[in-house]
């Protein structure tokens, strides 16, 4: 019976379906036919395209797990980017990385440390090390430097300007408790005028601060240092806080991401052409008065620098014998004298030489020996557009700040003085690797450069003399030099902190 049913019911079904054909009529049905196939298709579309949108935002995710994870998830898939064109130290991430804070140290505060720097923007980088190795060894809580304001360079920049302010306190939450500020109550003290503002005195021990400035930090419980300077001693201290000055100035006193963006980009421009040289000169004006050296100057730029001496109080030698420095060699070498001893040192003429310092004083009329020379001279006014300056602009600490990271990366390191940038550089270098640092024996170096113009030298024999002097002094593993009583004559801490170094094969020998 079913079977029978079941027949019919198929009989019925192409009656059925005859009858509509006959209804609607053959094309119509076509039409139907190939509006259900489209359908079809269009789903079929549709579902690829989810499925192609799910799988990229897959593999999207991939790789920010891999740059969060590290390179060695991808480590095998090829990159745009390799870290010979990106050489500082940090690479900035659209992800920034997890950072796992050190704990902090607890301890018993015994008041508040202020401190303001002065000086130029090397200057105050030493002297915030000191000031933070001095907080913690005296278990007080400091409260983040002021910096310069009123020094010649008149730069109103403040510490979060320059520096990662976050970084500088999570960095060091486990040696000493730093505050941006006051707590509002502490505050409200020293408004009313009740606190302690002193300078103390230079080149002291831990000591000093631990029996001079401690027991006036607890009985004022707010103290102002308004000096800092040179005021923690080279050598003879703990090795504990030799170690945390080295902490502070290699890893918390980091450059503001601005800054540090801004200098990778100068030195992939310059890493694009080739190796290149920094030259660091310091024939600046301010220089120039404050020590007195007019070597190669007309009298007109004699009595302007003299006049700006006197202006100074704080400079406090103002008759000074220009000729009698220089032969010491406690001048800067001017740009001719650069230019003969670079030629003689060897350096090769197309060699990109990064002019790092501020105005030449003199202008072209000064830089042309040392252009015509060596023609490949660049500053960071010549690398970079105007725009990407303008915010770096009348702040000659952040322009600083760019210099310095410029010649952290430099192939050779060339100070023609002796000055803060100078010393703190060599010593980041030596950091770094023992990087080649060209340190110029300038009493020497004016000697024979004299015997050389006199015609009392042949060429052969100035560049042969100069080699040999300089053979040994290319910031190479070495002892810092104590002079008992004479801190100012002996080896700065921060040019060789050799108890912070990772030391190479041969030992440490003293010079």
């Not at 200057?123 to 304001?149: F, G, H, S, W």
């Amino acid at each position: 019976m079913c079977r029978v049913e079941d027949t019919s019911r198929k009989c019925d079904y192409k009656k059925h379906w005859g009858m509509k054909m006959k209804v609607f009529g053959q094309g119509k049905v076509e039409k139907l036919k190939n509006s259900m196939v489209s359908r079809c298709r269009m789903k079929l579309w549709m579902i690829r395209a989810i499925i192609t949108i799910f799988l990229w935002t897959c593999f999207a995710q991939f790789i920010t797990l891999g740059d969060i994870f590290g390179p060695r998830l991808l480590k095998g898939w090829p990159s745009c980017f390799s870290h010979s064109e990106l050489p500082l130290v940090a690479e900035l991430s659209s992800v920034p990385p997890k950072v796992t804070l050190p704990p902090k140290r607890l301890y018993k505060n015994n008041g508040y440390l202020m401190v303001s720097c002065n000086g130029g923007l090397n200057q105050m980088r030493a002297a915030i090390c000191d000031m933070v190795a001095i907080a913690r060894y005296l278990n007080v809580t400091l409260i983040v430097p002021e910096l310069d304001k009123t020094s010649f360079w008149n730069d109103p920049s403040e510490f979060e300007d320059i520096f990662d302010v976050d970084h500088f306190i999570t960095s060091l939450r486990d040696e000493v408790r730093i505050l941006k500020e006051l707590p509002p109550r502490v505050k409200q003290r020293v408004d009313q005028g009740m606190f302690l503002s002193m300078q103390p005195v230079s080149w002291s021990d831990i000591s000093y601060y631990a029996h001079q400035i401690l027991p006036l930090i607890r009985k004022h419980k707010v103290v102002q240092l308004n000096k800092t300077d040179a005021r923690l001693a080279n050598n003879e201290l703990p090795l504990e806080v030799q170690k945390l000055r080295c902490r502070v100035n290699f890893n918390a006193l980091r450059f503001t991401s601005q800054i540090e963006e801004l200098g990778r980009r100068v030195v992939k421009i310059l890493r694009e052409k080739g190796p290149f040289l920094v030259l660091h000169l310091r024939y600046e004006m301010d220089m120039l008065a404050f020590s007195g050296c007019t070597h190669g100057c007309n009298n007109e730029e004699e009595e302007e620098l003299t006049r700006m001496r006197y202006a100074y109080p704080w400079w406090k030698e103002k008759v000074i014998n220009s000729d009698v420095k220089r032969k010491e060699g406690l001048c800067p070498l001017t740009p001719e004298e650069t230019a003969l001893i670079l030629k003689a040192l060897g350096i090769d003429r197309n060699v990109q030489i990064y002019i790092a310092a501020g105005e030449i004083y003199g202008g072209e009329r000064r830089m042309t020996p040392l252009a015509e020379s060596f023609p490949n001279l660049v500053r960071k006014e010549t690398l970079l557009e105007p725009s990407d300056l303008k915010f770096f602009q009348n702040h000659s600490s952040q322009m600083a700040a760019l210099d310095y990271l410029v010649s952290l990366e430099s192939d050779i390191f060339v100070p023609t003085y002796d000055g803060n940038m100078a010393k703190v550089v060599e010593g980041h270098r030596r950091f770094l690797g023992f990087k080649k640092t060209m340190l110029l024996e300038r009493k020497l170096l004016v000697n024979l450069i004299d015997q050389y113009e006199n015609g009392l030298l042949s060429w052969d024999k100035f560049s042969s003399t100069m080699k040999e002097v300089h053979a040994d002094r290319m910031g190479s593993p070495k002892k810092r030099t104590a002079i008992p009583d004479r801190p100012k004559e002996e080896d700065y801490f921060y040019s060789n902190p050799h108890e912070c170094l990772q030391l190479l094969d041969e030992p440490l020998r003293s010079t």
